[in-house]
């Protein structure tokens, strides 16, 4: 089974849940396109990366300083992740990493344009729902939760996530997707 992203759910409200993120590493790439290309497009460094297009690193025989080993594979996760970045079209397209990956032991990307970081825990509403991958689809939902955050008196602090969580071929009525608003403490 696929390793999912962990949260404890804080408190429901009427159209969302309130979740408690932890630390977690990602796998991102900045891709340009439409909100359906940009997914296509942002996921084949990243598959590529978690296959094996990477440097492990392993301890020195002596000291502290990293040598590079051969290339490391790493278990796919849910969910996959994007978000709209600085500017219309241009997303951010993000793999959530094992929970047992640390920063010292990651391996080092081949490609230049994937980019791993830490994310520091978060707070966030979050609403779940089924059916296809489309703009409009997550846009609607978007929409809903931001007005349900700001109903609850809660304050949005950074950008939507979409998030997926299932490969392409399920189907479209059997998808579990979520619409993810980080939100003031």
Do not use: K
């Not at 404890?8 to 340009?32: D, K, N, Q, S």
Request: glycine letters at 8%; charged letters at 25%; a positive charge.
């Amino acid at each position: 089974m696929t390793e999912q992203q962990p949260y404890r759910v804080v408190t429901r409200h009427p159209g969302f849940e309130l979740r408690r993120y932890p630390p977690h590493l990602i796998a991102e790439v900045r891709v340009e396109g439409s909100f359906e290309q940009a997914a296509r497009d942002g996921f084949r460094p990243l598959a590529a990366y978690i296959g094996g297009a990477n440097r492990s690193r392993v301890e020195g025989g002596g000291g502290p300083a990293a040598r590079e080993a051969g290339p490391a594979t790493i278990a796919m996760t849910a969910p996959y992740l994007q978000e709209e970045a600085d500017r219309p079209g241009c997303w951010l397209v993000r793999f959530v990493l094992p929970a047992a990956c640390t920063p010292d032991a990651l391996p080092e990307p081949t490609d230049p344009r994937v980019r791993t970081r830490s994310v520091p825990g978060q707070l966030a509403a979050a609403v779940r729902f089924r059916g296809r991958w489309t703009a409009r689809a997550f846009d609607r939902r978007a929409t809903a939760l931001g007005r349900a955050v700001t109903a609850a008196g809660l304050r949005p602090t950074g950008a939507v996530r979409y998030a997926r969580f299932d490969p392409p071929w399920t189907p479209s009525f059997l998808r579990r997707n979520e619409v993810v608003l980080p939100v003031a403490e």
